[in-house]
C-alpha cells in the first residue's frame, strides 16, 4: 500500500451566522474535519495518518495502541484497519470489557485485536521499560501512544493547519495536546493559538506540548484555557448538553459535549466577555469524535 492511499480530500468550511456576532463584528469560521471521512476523520485521523506512513517507512506490518473502551481514537484505529486492511492491535484498560460498548462492537467488526489491561498495568502506557517489552513481543508493530499525540502526528495537524484561511485565532478542544501542538506548529506566528482543556488540571500539557513542538517554549502566539472543562474529562452539564442540541438544530453544527461541545460552549461566552477584539477572525476546529455520542446514550447519559 503507498502512502498515497492516506489521502482524503480536505474538509470544508462552515460559516456561523448569529446576532451576537454581529454584534461584537466577530466573524466565525468552523473547520468541518468531522465531515473528513464518513467514519475515520477529524484529528483522530491527522494523528493517524503520518503514523501509518511511519508504520510503511520503518518495514512493519501493523501497529499497536493505547486506548480507554469508549474512545475516539479506538474507533478511527478500527476503522483504518478495516479501510486498509491493517493488522491493528489495542491496548485496552479493562480489565473486563463491555462486548455491547458501541465502540467495542465497531472495533471487533474492523477486526482490531484488543488486549485488555487492568488499570495499574495501563498507567504504564508510556514508560520505556513497559514500551520497549511491547516492542519485543509485538516486533512487527509500531507503537503509536494513547490518542495517537507524538511528533508524526503533529505532521498531520500542520497540514490541518496550513488549510485554514486566514484567521486571527483559531481554537480547538484539547485533551492530549497533540492537535493544539500541531496548530501551534503549522499556523503563522501572527495567528493565535488556543486550546480549550476538556479535563480538570491540564497545566502539565503545556509542557507536553513544547515536548512536542520545542519552538513553543519560546512562542507567544498560543495559551491553553483551563476553566472551561465543565468538571472534568468526560463530564459535562445539563445546560451543555442543551447548548449541543441547540447547536445542531439551529446551525446544522452536530456536537458532543466531551470535546467539541465544551469548546464550542467557551467560544461562546469568550465571545460574550470580549475576549476577541472587534473585527476578529476566529475559527473554530471541529475534531469529530461524534461516534462518542453512540456510547453516551449507551450509558444512558445523553437522551435525544
Known amino acids: 500500500m503507498s502512502c498515497m492511499s492516506f489521502y482524503f480530500p480536505e474538509s470544508p468550511i462552515q460559516v ?3 446576532p451576537l ?7 466565525l469560521q468552523v473547520k468541518r474535519d468531522d465531515l473528513l471521512h464518513p467514519h475515520i476523520c477529524g484529528n483522530k485521523w491527522r494523528k493517524l495518518k503520518y503514523n501509518l506512513i511511519a508504520m510503511q517507512q520503518q518495514k512493519k506490518t501493523a501497529f499497536l495502541t493505547f486506548s480507554g473502551p469508549f474512545s475516539n481514537h479506538l474507533y478511527a484505529a478500527s476503522m483504518a484497519c478495516k479501510l486498509f486492511k491493517i493488522e491493528g492491535h489495542a491496548v485496552v484498560r479493562g480489565p473486563l470489557l463491555d462486548e455491547n460498548n458501541p465502540t467495542i462492537r465497531m472495533a ?13 498495568t495501563y498507567r504504564m502506557r508510556n514508560q520505556p521499560d513497559y514500551l520497549a517489552g511491547l516492542q519485543q513481543k509485538f516486533p512487527h508493530c509500531h507503537i503509536i501512544p494513547e490518542g495517537g499525540s507524538n511528533l508524526a502526528a503533529i505532521q498531520g495537524v500542520q ?3 496550513h488549510s485554514l484561511v486566514q484567521s486571527d485565532y483559531v481554537l480547538c478542544a484539547t485533551g492530549s495536546g497533540g492537535t493544539l501542538a500541531g496548530l501551534i506548529a503549522g499556523c503563522d506566528k501572527y495567528t493565535k493559538v488556543i486550546g480549550v482543556a476538556v479535563l480538570k488540571q491540564a497545566q502539565y500539557l503545556e ?28 463530564k459535562f452539564s445539563p445546560e451543555l ?3 449541543c442540541k441547540m447547536m445542531k438544530k439551529t446551525h446544522q453544527l452536530p456536537l458532543e459535549p466531551i470535546y467539541t461541545g465544551k469548546l464550542f460552549f467557551a467560544l461562546w461566552q469568550l465571545i460574550e466577555q470580549d475576549f476577541f477584539p472587534t473585527g476578529s477572525r476566529v475559527t473554530a476546529i471541529h475534531t469529530g469524535g461524534l461516534q462518542g455520542l453512540d456510547g453516551l446514550r449507551y450509558r444512558q447519559l445523553i437522551f435525544d
Open 16 to 18: 456561523i451566522n448569529h
Open 108 to 120: 471487533r467488526a474492523c477486526g482490531l485485536h484488543l488486549h485488555t489491561v487492568d488499570r495499574t
Open 207 to 234: 509542557q507536553e506540548i513544547i515536548e512536542l513542538v520545542p519552538e513553543a517554549k519560546q512562542a507567544n502566539n498560543w495559551q491553553l484555557l483551563y476553566d472551561y472543562h465543565g468538571g472534568g474529562y468526560g
Open 21 to 27: 456576532f454581529d454584534e461584537k463584528q466577530i466573524t
Open 241 to 243: 448538553w442543551q447548548f
Open 159 to 161: 497540514e490541518l493547519a
